[in-house]
């Protein structure tokens, strides 16, 4: 049995100081902090990655140069170059790809431990989901405005109206990829598992969406898809935008862009707007309860 000897200057040695950690109490104002840090990393990150930046602009840039350019002497457009005829589409895939990586990076802090850091905070982790979604929508935006600036190269006049409407319809379109990413995100653990699972829903819905072809006179089956195809509601309000401020025959308009019907009805570009932000918060509020749930 041992026993402990304490001699004079142990005894008098000082105590370190106790430190009084207090944490603050839920507040709408901390919650809001805590959304702006988390929308503010993933811009500063952004802004920081010039390769990536780059790297994003790629695949739309393909699509509507090599593809476009490819395609414009054997597509029958009316009149209308058939890179203008899909410019709208390549505005969505811009914005798309980019938000989609944005999401991303949730489940990057997960695998790399960060995301531990952030749930230690006294925050509710609802902020840290909306301010993700901002994040990779106000990312996303950024990118898509790189695309805006090259309407006059495929036929498309400088309008104010005109590019104030894109960016709104990007933002929106980001906004709802982003939350649908986070969706998926909080169920996965690796980053490959996640990219495949992106990829594998992602572009089917970018070429089933009408991004390359007017969204009438399809076959049956494809014309089904193309309904339930959320980002079908994005390329067309994007397409009526774009077409309202091009010199064009009626005959055109109506064909390339005959809009969304259901069951005859024309859905007005508003209403498909709405459809798409109607998707975005519903993803939004899943993912919330998706991330509360399994974090």
Request: charged share 15%; with cysteine.
């Amino acid at each position: 049995m041992s026993t402990t000897t304490t001699t004079p200057e142990t005894a008098a040695a000082p105590r370190a100081p106790v430190v009084k950690v207090s944490v603050p109490e839920h507040s709408l104002a901390s919650e809001l902090r805590a959304i702006r840090i988390v929308w503010r990393r993933d811009l500063i990150r952004f802004l920081n990655d010039r390769i990536r930046i780059a790297s994003a602009l790629v695949q739309p840039l393909l699509f509507l140069f090599v593809m476009g350019s490819g395609l414009e002497h054997v597509t029958t457009t009316h009149g209308v170059s058939f890179k203008t005829f899909i410019y709208p589409g390549i505005l969505c895939i811009a914005v798309m790809f980019t938000a989609m990586f944005s999401a991303a990076s949730l489940v990057w802090d997960r695998e790399f431990g960060f995301m531990r850091e952030m749930m230690v905070a006294p925050i509710r982790r609802s902020s840290i989901v909306i301010g993700k979604c901002f994040g990779g929508a106000t990312v996303a935006s950024l990118q898509g405005v790189l695309m805006i600036l090259l309407a006059p190269l495929v036929g498309v006049p400088y309008d104010l109206l005109l590019i104030l409407g894109i960016f709104g319809l990007q933002l929106l379109l980001a906004f709802t990829v982003t939350a649908f990413g986070v969706m998926v995100g909080a169920r996965i653990k690796q980053m490959q598992s996640f990219f495949g699972v992106m990829q594998m829903i992602v572009m089917p819905m970018f070429f089933i969406s009408g991004a390359l072809f007017p969204a009438a006179g399809l076959p049956r089956w494809l014309e089904i898809l193309n309904r339930i195809d959320p980002l079908t509601y994005a390329v067309g309000p994007m397409r009526s935008l774009v077409f309202s401020h091009l010199s064009m025959s009626e005959t055109a308009r109506q064909t390339l862009d005959p809009g969304i019907t259901w069951w005859g009805w024309r859905v007005p570009p508003l209403l498909q707007a709405g459809v798409v932000l109607a998707l975005g918060l519903v993803m939004l509020g899943v993912a919330v309860w998706e991330f509360t749930t399994t974090e």
